[in-house]
């Protein structure tokens, strides 16, 4: 609680003396300057505060990452494609996608499958499964995720599908619910 009263006083000092900056700039020109390098520097620690490229540096996060992920009895190698695997109990499906496979063959495939009945409701607790047995199995991961600080991790994409909307952000609009798991995970280890 006295923290809180601190923080408090010391908010309303900066605000005061912000105040009087602001009241001393002597045309509208150099006010408008002022608070525009405010705004450019508040974005950019906001920037710096989240993590919203599931790439480079931080292609570990993304779940076509290549890395073993195990799921009912079998070896994937990485969380997407063990994911879509938990979609079917379909015995070519499942041996197709513990193949390591490209890009477009993993897409042919999933588009193939479909979602059995109650998956809106186990696709959470499916995915949660998966990462945290990539995290649980893969202490670099482990150590690279918990290195994350308390940065917000959004998973950014750029088309407006209903699963990148689900598990994601596209243009901010999004329930970014992989970005969820993993700092829920991020928060446990």
Not at 70 to 93: D, H, I, K, L, S
Request: with cysteine.
């Amino acid at each position: 609680r006295p923290l809180l009263c601190f923080n408090a006083k010391l908010d309303k000092m900066w605000q005061k003396k912000e105040y009087e900056y602001v009241k001393n700039l002597e045309n509208q020109e150099d006010i408008d300057k002022y608070f525009t390098d405010q705004a450019k520097f508040y974005f950019k620690k906001k920037k710096m505060e989240q993590i919203d490229n599931f790439n480079g540096d931080f292609a570990f996060l993304n779940n076509e990452y290549p890395c073993d992920v195990f799921f009912e009895g079998q070896m994937y190698p990485n969380v997407y494609n063990a994911f879509q695997a938990a979609r079917t109990t379909g015995e070519y499906f499942r041996a197709q996608f513990q193949k390591p496979l490209t890009v477009t063959e993993r897409f042919e495939l999933s588009k193939q499958i479909r979602d059995p009945e109650h998956w809106e409701s186990r696709r959470l607790i499916v995915m949660e499964t998966l990462l945290r047995d990539k995290f649980r199995r893969h202490r670099d991961l482990r150590v690279k995720l918990a290195n994350t600080g308390r940065r917000e991790l959004v998973n950014c994409y750029n088309d407006a599908t209903g699963s990148n909307l689900f598990w994601g952000v596209v243009k901010k609009q999004g329930q970014n619910q992989l970005g969820i798991i993993l700092s829920t995970i991020r928060q446990d280890i």
